[in-house]
């Protein structure tokens, strides 16, 4: 008897139809003799109901206050779809029982809005498998150390899945989404995309973390960071699908060493929408700079993601960074309120027209000349690269918005992603 955790995205339980065959399916698995613990997100849409509420309440800048408050709200509709689920469980004859974050409890840090999970307690559900229960826990959400909710981000049901399922040393974590599986990019943008049978963790992560939106980032950390089995599979399947053939299906998260693991040089293309870049211009080129700037950024919780400084001439140097295009406002105001007078220069540039794109593959370590290829195929569309970034296993560049679907279509097929895997 295997302990397995399931987790249902916001579309899988999008209607009571829905979520009656989530539970049907739940119960297929319960029945074949797993302890199940499922992780469901809010229904879809609700989330965003939620919180455009708030949005015709709140002032305009959001105060600690009124974070709490937002993530108290948010933290609802988890709740909702949570209970509705054991509901239907119980109407297939199971017991069941469904649990907030705060009950387990699954504790977590005081960052309202993009709280980090810090422990679990699964003595409690354990509890509950021990006595037979199918147990569900809310996704999302938390409790931090004063007792106040706090819910994850956007995407945060992925990490508490995972979260859990590491916790309580789970067999497997199946996400049951709207896809199924991890695809060699979108195939809204692509429609010759391929789906993936088995893809590391590490290029897992680097296509969640440059806008893949298949997995939550912090997901894949944790299941790389605990070994937790982790398979990616579609929840519109027949809920009465055999159940060893559903065990196979879409797309298994595993190691690098794996035998099994097609040996592609770039696997996937991956983009992402909601980038902007802030530039200063004209700053002193001296040591303690770049933390001048980009320390004021962080403090304020806002994450950085390509950097460029450049070449030096007489002492003053221009300095890039591109931020989420939802704290791009705030990078701004940040900027010409603390850090621009300490610098010497009032010259603040910004760009929400760019997005990013980026091959990744762990066949890019042992492969040379695959950076110049992208360049080429970009070259060959008339698409001029604004920053570029690097890692072993992935090569990222910045372009002008209104290119991007064509920049991925390019790429796909300079890199024979449309081909069958060998």
Not at 42 to 49: H, K
Not at 378 to 398: A, F, P
Request: proline share 2%; hydrophobic share 40%.
């Amino acid at each position: 008897m295997a302990l397995i955790v399931h987790k249902y995205g916001g579309t899988s339980m999008g209607s009571t139809e829905r979520i009656r065959n989530v539970a049907k399916r739940v119960a297929k698995w319960a029945r074949a003799g797993h302890q199940m613990v499922v992780v469901p997100s809010a229904m879809s849409g609700e989330t965003n109901r939620l919180l455009g509420l708030a949005k015709e309440l709140a002032p305009a800048r959001h105060t600690d206050a009124v974070l709490r408050e937002l993530d108290m709200l948010a933290a609802t509709g988890e709740q909702a779809s949570s209970a509705l689920l054991a509901i239907a469980l119980q109407a297939e004859g199971l017991s069941s029982v469904s649990y907030a974050g705060w009950q387990v409890p699954i504790r977590t840090n005081s960052a309202y809005t993009k709280a980090r999970i810090e422990s679990i307690d699964d003595g409690r559900v354990r509890t509950d498998l021990a006595e037979g229960k199918v147990v569900i826990v809310t996704g999302f959400q938390g409790v931090d150390e004063a007792g106040n909710i706090t819910t994850l981000g956007r995407g945060g049901s992925d990490t508490s899945a995972v979260a859990v399922a590491a916790a309580m040393k789970a067999d497997e974590c199946l996400i049951f989404t709207d896809v199924d599986g991890v695809y060699t990019t979108d195939p809204r943008v692509v429609p010759e995309a391929r789906r993936l049978h088995t893809v590391s963790f590490e290029e897992m992560l680097e296509m969640a973390s440059m806008g893949s939106k298949v997995l939550q980032i912090r997901s894949v950390e944790f299941a790389g960071k605990y070994k937790v089995k982790l398979r990616v599979l579609s929840s519109f399947t027949p809920w009465d699908i055999d159940i060893n053939e559903e065990a196979g299906s879409g797309t298994l998260i595993t190691f690098e060493e794996d035998e099994q693991m097609e040996q592609a040089v770039v696997s996937g293309i991956a983009f992402n929408r909601d980038e902007a870049k802030v530039s200063i211009l004209g700053v002193p080129d001296k040591p303690g700079i770049a933390y001048n700037i980009l320390g004021a950024v962080a403090d304020a919780n806002i994450e950085v993601d390509v950097i460029i400084q450049n070449i030096s001439k007489d002492g003053k140097t221009d300095f890039s960074f591109t931020v989420h295009r939802n704290d791009y406002a705030r990078t701004i105001d940040l900027l010409k309120g603390t850090v621009l007078p300490t610098l010497g220069t009032d010259i603040l540039e910004g760009d929400t027209k760019i997005c990013k794109v980026s091959i990744v593959g762990i066949g890019m370590r042992s492969h040379v000349g695959i950076a110049s290829r992208m360049f080429r195929a970009l070259s060959e569309e008339g698409i001029n690269i604004q920053m570029i970034s690097t890692s072993e296993i992935k090569t990222s560049v910045v372009i002008d918005e209104k290119y991007m679907e064509l920049a991925v279509r390019a790429l796909h097929k300079a890199f024979d992603l449309d081909q069958p895997a060998g």
